[in-house]
């Protein structure tokens, strides 16, 4: 890993998953958590954030609605939906519409995460040089 760390917005309305989050990729990344798309909106005012993983089926909006409205304003993040559910219709407008790099299901497997998430970076720095 270089000097500089990914940095990784994680929303999720459950405090638990969060934590569990956090937990386990804090050492690798630099990881900064929101429990509401309004709070994701807070964090990406102040730090620019290479990837965010947001879960789908929240309160306020769903994760493909908070992809698709910051789109135009925060277009360099690359975006990883989090989803428990394997509705076809969501995952196609989220790749379509929201520009979702890819659908991952919960419960998440850490090794198949940090393969995404090298994989996203990889796809950021590219676009990004």
């Not at 309160?59 to 304003?73: A, H, N, R, Y």
């Not at 407008?93 to 919960?106: I, P, Q, S, T």
């Amino acid at each position: 890993m270089n000097s500089k760390k990914i940095k990784i917005l994680y929303i999720d309305d459950e405090l638990l998953n969060l934590s569990a989050f956090k937990a386990s990729f804090r050492r690798e990344y630099e990881v900064f958590t929101a429990k509401s798309t309004k709070v994701a909106r807070e964090v990406l005012e102040k730090e620019e954030v290479h990837i965010i993983i947001s879960d789908e089926k929240m309160p306020e909006e769903t994760g493909v609605q908070f992809f698709k409205k910051i789109l135009t304003e925060y277009p360099k993040p690359i975006r990883i939906l989090l989803t428990g559910y394997s509705e076809k219709h969501i995952i196609d407008d989220a790749l379509e519409n929201g520009k979702v790099f890819k659908c991952l299901y919960k419960p998440w497997n850490e090794d198949l995460i940090k393969d995404t998430i090298q994989k996203a970076f990889d796809l950021w720095s590219s676009q990004n040089v």
